[in-house]
């Protein structure tokens, strides 16, 4: 039970730094006639996801007026999306340097920092962008979500009850909250969060994961099964659904069914060493040893560390 509750923290902090990841926002454009076709172009991008084409346009933006603070801001997230995030934080820097009160620079650069886990840096930067706004949902909500991966949840908590108190609608600021508490063992008010963001945006199958996980851990293994089905329907590729699946099962012990979805989840990933652990542990204790024996010893060839 207790590695179960080992590896669910495990999860709960990747959603959280995915989290961190998800907000990068584009700066408002200052239009400029020479540029304004261009700059036309390179907003419309985006939204067809062509950050190449958006990273041209800037370039030639930057070539024409390398003074121009937006453009490199507006690369930065370009090449951001595209996970270059080192070339990502030269450009945010440069648009800071050019353009020191320039709140979404901080913000995002400090996202950046958060995806390459330099959560120092990020919060840094968020500190930056707040002191400038102190409403500012963005820089708030991604320092809450840096302090949760950082294990201080205490100001993860503050952070994000401030994002809910600015905007309530904000499912994010719930589901990243909803996993601080988890993280202090208040399922309650966690299963209350995840409960919101889950009203807030029905489709995110990783709020409902986490619901699913503090149910669990609240030994409330039908409504966790609950959970992790639903988040199956929205997202039939989420190993961690089918991972968490089989333990509550395991927990019911419904052999059968937990072994399935074990299967399942080593499936969709061959590596995924928990799985293949636990699914050793069932066939050990339902008789097929020497099916137990190779799960777990392939598990511990990717994780030594597992039942040690």
Same mark, same amino acid.
């Given at each position: 039970? %207790?590695?179960?509750?080992?590896?669910?923290?495990?999860?709960?902090?990747?959603?959280?730094?995915?989290?961190?990841?998800?907000?990068?926002?584009?700066?408002?454009?200052?239009?400029?006639?020479?540029?304004?076709?261009?700059?036309?172009?390179?907003?419309?991008?985006?939204?067809?996801?062509?950050?190449?084409?958006?990273?041209?346009?800037?370039? %030639?933006?930057? @070539?024409?007026?390398?003074? /121009?603070?937006?453009?490199?801001?507006? *690369?930065?997230?370009?090449?951001?999306?595209? !996970?270059?995030?080192?070339?990502?934080?030269?450009?945010?820097? %440069?648009?800071?340097?050019?353009?020191?009160?320039?709140?979404?620079?901080?913000?995002?650069?400090?996202?950046?920092?958060?995806?390459?886990?330099?959560?120092?840096?990020?919060?840094?930067?968020?500190?930056?962008?707040?002191?400038?706004?102190?409403? $500012?949902?963005?820089?708030?909500?991604? @320092?809450?979500?840096? /302090?949760?991966?950082? $294990?201080?949840?205490?100001?993860?908590?503050?952070?994000?009850?401030?994002?809910? *108190?600015?905007?309530?609608?904000?499912?994010?600021?719930?589901? !990243?909250?909803?996993?601080?508490?988890?993280?202090?063992?208040?399922?309650?008010?966690?299963? $209350?969060?995840?409960?919101?963001?889950?009203?807030?945006?029905?489709?995110?199958?990783?709020?409902?994961?986490?619901?699913?996980?503090? /149910?669990?851990? !609240?030994?409330?293994?039908?409504?966790?099964?609950?959970?992790?089905?639903? $988040?199956?329907?929205?997202?039939?590729?989420?190993?961690?659904?089918?991972? /968490?699946?089989? !333990?509550?099962?395991?927990? &019911? &012990?419904?052999?059968?069914?937990?072994?399935?979805?074990?299967?399942?989840?080593?499936?969709?990933?061959?590596?995924?060493?928990?799985?293949?652990?636990?699914?050793?542990?069932?066939?050990?204790?339902?008789?097929?040893?020497?099916?137990?024996?190779?799960?777990?010893?392939?598990?511990?060839?990717?994780?030594?560390?597992?039942? *040690?």
């Amino acid at each position: 039970m %207790e590695r179960d509750r080992a590896m669910s923290r495990k999860l709960l902090f990747a959603l959280l730094i995915l989290a961190l990841g998800s907000a990068l926002t584009f700066v408002a454009l200052r239009w400029n006639a020479p540029l304004s076709d261009l700059l036309n172009q390179a907003e419309a991008a985006p939204r067809d996801g062509d950050f190449d084409r958006v990273i041209a346009d800037y370039d %030639e933006a930057i @070539r024409r007026d390398p003074t /121009y603070a937006v453009a490199f801001a507006n *690369r930065g997230l370009a090449y951001a999306n595209k !996970n270059d995030l080192d070339r990502a934080i030269a450009d945010f820097s %440069e648009a800071i340097r050019l353009d020191p009160n320039s709140i979404l620079a901080f913000a995002n650069r400090g996202i950046a920092y958060g995806k390459k886990n330099d959560l120092d840096r990020a919060i840094a930067d968020f500190n930056e962008a707040i002191r400038r706004d102190p409403n $500012s949902v963005l820089a708030l909500a991604n @320092r809450g979500a840096a /302090y949760g991966k950082k $294990s201080d949840f205490d100001r993860a908590i503050a952070d994000l009850s401030e994002v809910i *108190r600015l905007d309530p609608t904000y499912a994010m600021a719930f589901a !990243n909250r909803g996993l601080a508490y988890a993280n202090k063992n208040d399922l309650d008010r966690a299963i $209350s969060d995840f409960t919101e963001a889950i009203r807030l945006d029905p489709k995110d199958p990783k709020a409902l994961v986490n619901r699913g996980l503090a /149910y669990a851990n !609240n030994s409330d293994f039908d409504r966790a099964i609950a959970d992790f089905n639903e $988040s199956i329907q929205l997202d039939p590729k989420n190993i961690h659904s089918f991972y /968490y699946r089989g !333990n509550a099962y395991a927990r &019911k &012990k419904d052999y059968d069914q937990a072994l399935a979805n074990y299967t399942e989840a080593i499936r969709l990933d061959p590596q995924f060493a928990e799985a293949l652990y636990n699914r050793g542990r069932i066939r050990r204790m339902t008789g097929d040893n020497s099916g137990g024996d190779a799960d777990i010893a392939s598990a511990r060839q990717l994780k030594p560390s597992l039942g *040690r």
